[in-house]
Nanobody, 120 residues
């Protein structure tokens, strides 16, 4: 069984920073790409950032310069550094990964989400 576990969410004042973590565990053979999505109340889920196994990073245009995606050397934990946070960044942040398991092949996995609340 493969799972993604997010952490690091919480309440922060506008202008502050938070760092989210997402750790992948289980019978993983290879992780192709890891992503962060977010879903604000009443809105659709949107892509925030992604990082491939080769280290290529992509960001939502509106978030470039404030958010940074990175990963650990083992490539099983991805981070999202969020700076200069705004109230409109308030959302549940989800981790997602496209990977290959040891047994079942290709799998797309989601974490349970972590809530980020930015107060004005």
């Amino acid at each position: 069984q493969v799972q993604l576990v997010e952490s690091g969410g919480g309440l922060v004042q506008a202008g502050g920073s938070l760092r989210l973590s997402c750790a992948a565990s289980g019978s993983i053979y290879s992780i192709y790409v890891m992503r962060w999505y977010r879903q604000a109340p009443g809105k659709e889920r949107e892509l925030v950032a992604a990082i491939t196994s080769g280290g290529i990073r992509n960001y939502a245009d509106s978030l470039k310069g404030r958010f940074t995606i990175s990963r650990d050397n083992a490539k099983t934990t991805v981070y999202l550094q969020m700076n200069s946070l705004k109230p409109e960044d308030t959302a549940v942040y989800y981790c997602n990964a496209d990977l290959r398991t040891m047994t079942t092949g290709y799998l797309a996995v989601w974490g349970q989400g972590t809530l980020v609340t930015v107060s004005s």
